[in-house]
Each structure stands twice: as C-alpha cells, then as structure tokens.
C-alpha cells in the first residue's frame, strides 16, 4: 500500500515556474514507477510524465515535452514534476501515481493515486 501527497500546486502567471512535489508512505517506493496525470474542467484525465523505478527512464507527452521535467529521490520517497514556461492550456488538477507494473502513458496501470494540486496559469 501507497499513500500519496501531492503539493507545490497554486497560481502562475504564464511563462512562469512550478514545482510540484509527491511525496510517498511506505518503504517499497523505490519499486513504483511514478507517473503525474493533470485534469483540466470538462476534460479526460491526461498523461504528462513518467519515470521508472530508478530514475534512469522518463517518459513526457508531446504538450509538455521540453518545458516540464519529472525527477525522483528514492531515499527521500518523493517524485517532482518541475514546469517551466507554463501556459494557460497547463492550468488543471494535477495528480501523481504509482504503479508496480510498469512505466507507462497508461493511467489503467497505476495502483495509487494522490489527491490532486491544482495549477492554475494566468495569461
């Protein structure tokens, strides 16, 4: 069992930073692929990043690919996503995840869910 707690969330204004913590419960962390998933109203839950267990492979979607980098201390129980450059079309309910499967775009292979921060951009 995982329990996980997301932060680092709040309001930006565009072209602006952000960095969003996860921290993690349990001493099996460092065996979870970690993956951030955003919500925005009226939208499908989306992928925007995963990392495997060790940190060794990372994972973006095209929107994000560039300007947004996830990163994990396994010693700490914490995965972050760093933003940069952000854009209104960021703004959403970001949550992170953990999966004992594998690393993946997927949102079907992660077992455990945070409650969610939310970003918000401001043009």
């Known amino acids: 069992q995982v329990q996980l707690v997301e932060s680092g969330g709040g309001l930006v204004q565009a072209g602006g930073s952000l960095r969003l913590s996860c921290a993690a419960s349990g001493r099996t962390f460092s065996s979870y692929a970690m993956g951030w998933f955003r919500q925005a109203p009226g939208k499908e839950r989306e992928f925007v990043a995963a990392?495997?267990?060790?940190?060794?492979?990372?994972y973006y979607a095209d929107s994000v690919k560039g300007r947004f980098t996830i990163s994990r201390d396994n010693a700490k129980n914490t995965v972050w996503l760093q933003m940069n450059s952000l854009k209104p079309e960021d703004t959403a309910v970001y949550y992170c995840?953990?999966?004992?499967?594998?690393?993946?775009?997927?949102?079907?292979?992660?077992?455990?869910w945070g409650q969610g921060t939310q970003v918000t951009v401001s043009s």
């Open positions: 990392i495997n267990w060790s940190g060794g492979s990372t």
């Open positions: 995840a953990a999966s004992q499967r594998a690393t993946g775009r997927l949102s079907s292979i992660y077992d455990y």
